[in-house]
């Protein structure tokens, strides 16, 4: 079975680097590319059809939750797990109601991406096997 595509989607490009790094180190992940803002998000998804979309919720040039809600509509398959500091409810609903898989907080994301990808594709992170 074919890795995992994921593009990383966040305003900080450290952030975007320590994400895309963490999961370089796993066999069934491929990081295909990574996005500063909401604009570059869909454009790379219109170009290259990532299976997941890691975004963060306040990038510039349209904000996670609205990139969030037209990549969903134009290409539903693709998986979009957001990824925020902001952990209240509220913000996990409105992800959702745009068409989030699933809201991450940052601070779990050491523990909880990995799983989280897994989850939404049906296929183990871990490895280039199916589950």
Do not use: C
């Not at 680097?17 to 180190?25: E, H």
């Not at 454009?43 to 306040?58: G, Q, Y």
């Not at 609903?93 to 989030?100: C, D, E, K, L």
């Not at 523990?111 to 096997?129: C, H, K, M, Q």
């Amino acid at each position: 079975m074919m890795p995992v595509t994921v593009l990383v989607v966040d305003d900080d490009e450290d952030t975007r680097w320590l994400l895309a790094a963490t999961l370089r180190g796993n066999p069934g992940v491929t990081v295909v590319g990574s996005a500063g803002d909401g604009e570059e998000a869909v454009a790379f998804v219109r170009r290259e059809h990532p299976d997941i979309v890691l975004m963060d919720l306040l990038i510039p040039r349209r904000d996670g939750l609205e990139a969030t809600r037209r990549i969903k509509r134009e290409w539903p398959n693709t998986k979009v797990i957001v990824l925020s500091v902001l952990a209240e409810e509220a913000y996990q609903v409105a992800a959702s109601i745009n068409g989030a898989d699933r809201f991450l907080k940052k601070a779990e994301i050491a523990v909880a991406l990995l799983p989280a990808i897994r989850d939404v594709t049906g296929r183990t992170a871990g490895s280039t096997e199916a589950n």
